[in-house]
């Protein structure tokens, strides 16, 4: 052996990369056909770790990150999917809430002129509502002294929702008795309706009224129906 085994240990790196000078590279090869150890020594050299475990120890976690991440992903778009079906869900039940509110809010039945008349019948004095179904009434009984005589108004206000509206036929009508034959209609001169706002301290007090209030109150009505004479 020309050289010493340490001598060919220091260089054998540089041979394994190959980046030592043909002579060196010749000493070497000659000196591991006849050192057994130095081969082995070169064995476990050339048995680099480095390269061979640590790429795969990369590319597995590049793998598992990149597996990760499409779960991530995954997770994310369905998340998102569950969000906006429920936020949909919720705006569509807010939406049904608020239209069942709004349409089930009571409401004074205007009287547009046709759609609510008075009539006497064999049973009595009969208000009929023609497109709604009324939902609430109230019939107040008003005195009212005029040039000496006494007469006696029904006045009525006839209450309905939106809803009653809309799920009642155009031509369907409901009937209201205001006086009864056996009772007092006879005795009825004239019945008003009363279109205004849902205040019942108006309502109720208009029996209360000085006979002037009362008259302007009764300006803003619609007579309906007046006894002949
Ligand atoms: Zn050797």
């Known amino acids: 052996m020309k050289y010493p085994c340490g001598v060919i ?16 590279r010749g000493a070497v090869e000659e000196h591991l056909s006849e050192c057994d150890e130095c081969s082995e020594y070169y064995k476990e050299l050339s048995d680099d770790r480095e390269n061979i475990v640590i790429p795969e120890i990369e590319d597995h976690k590049a793998d598992s990150l ?8 995954r997770g994310v778009r369905v998340a998102v999917i ?7 869900i919720c705006i569509i039940l807010i939406g049904a809430m608020v239209t069942m509110r709004d349409m089930s809010e009571r409401r004074t039945i205007e009287y547009n002129g ?3 008349t008075v009539s006497m019948k064999s049973e009595g004095l009969i208000a009929t509502v023609r497109g ?21 108004l029904k006045i009525f206000r006839l209450e309905d929702t939106e809803w009653d509206a809309f799920k009642t036929g155009k031509n ?24 205004g706002e849902l205040n019942d301290d108006i309502f109720k007090g ?12 009764l300006g803003k009505m619609t007579l309906l129906w007046e006894k002949s004479k």
């Open 206 to 217: 208009m029996g209360e009224l000085p006979p002037e209030e009362l008259a302007e109150l």
């Open 114 to 116: 046709s759609n609510i």
């Open 66 to 73: 990149r597996a990760v991440k499409r779960r991530i992903n």
């Open 9 to 24: 240990r220091d260089i054998l790196p540089l041979y394994k990369d190959e980046v030592c000078s043909e002579e060196s």
């Open 132 to 152: 709604t179904w009324y939902s609430g009434a109230r019939i107040k009984t008003v005195h009212m002294e005029a040039d000496g005589e006494v007469r006696l």
């Open 172 to 195: 369907k009508t409901y009937d209201l008795t205001i006086a009864y034959a056996d009772m007092e209609a006879d005795m009825v001169d004239a019945v008003y309706y009363y279109s």
């Open 82 to 88: 569950i969000a906006s079906v429920l936020l949909v």
